[in-house]
C-alpha cells in the first residue's frame, strides 16, 4: 500500500505509484485479477483520474473493474461499533456528501441513500448519540460539537487518511460474488452537477 497525501498529484503519481506496487510486490499487470476503484462522492478531478487509470487499465487488461463508495470506506475502515454511523465528507458550499450506517454481524449496513445536506440541518437528522467518521472530522470537530452536541461521537485517534486496505477488502467481497460494474457505463458518485467552488 503507498498513501501520499499532497494534493494535486493524482495525473502525474497514480501510474507510477502502481508501476512500483508491481514491482515491489514481484507482480506483473496480467496477474491482476480485478481493479477496485473508490467511487466517490468526493474531489471531483481527483474522481475523473481515478476512474480514468482504473477503466484504462481493465479495458487492456480485460479483467472486472469494482466500485466501492468512498463513504462506505470511511465507516468499515472505522471498525465494529455499537452505535449508529455517519460518514461525511466536505462537499463545500458549507454542505456535507453523507450517509448513514450501522454494523450487522461482519458486515456494514447503509441505512440512507448517498445524500448531501447543508451543516446546518444535520441537528434535525442525528436524534442518537452518533459516531461520526471521514476525512474532515478533524476540520469540522468543533463545528460540529457545538452544533450536535453529546449526539456527536468521536474516535481517538481519528483517521484522516483513507485506508486502501478497507477499500479493498470491500472491492474484495463484491469481487468474490461477481459484483462487477460495466465499464462503459460505470462513473463516479458526483452527487452534483460540478459548478466550481465558491
Known sequence: ????????????GVALFIEQLLRLTDLSLNQISGVVVSAGPGSFTG???????????????????IQVPTLDVWVYQQGKTSYPIFS????????????FYHWEGKEIIRDTDYQIISIESLPELLHEKTILVGPDVVRFVNQLQEL???????????QEQLQG??????GYQKFTTG????????EPLYLRPFKGIL
Open 148 to 158: 450536535l452536541g453529546e449526539q456527536a461521537v468521536f474516535s481517538y485517534p481519528t
Open 1 to 12: 500500500e503507498i498513501i501520499l497525501n499532497i494534493r494535486n498529484i493524482h495525473y502525474r
Open 179 to 186: 459484483n462487477y460494474s460495466d465499464i462503459n457505463s460505470c
Open 47 to 65: 474522481l475523473r483520474i481515478g476512474y480514468s487509470i482504473a477503466k484504462g487499465l481493465v479495458h487492456a487488461l480485460q479483467k472486472p473493474l
Open 165 to 170: 486496505w478497507a477499500l479493498l477488502q470491500l
Open 88 to 99: 461525511f465528507i466536505d462537499a463545500h458550499r458549507q454542505e456535507f456528501f453523507y450517509a
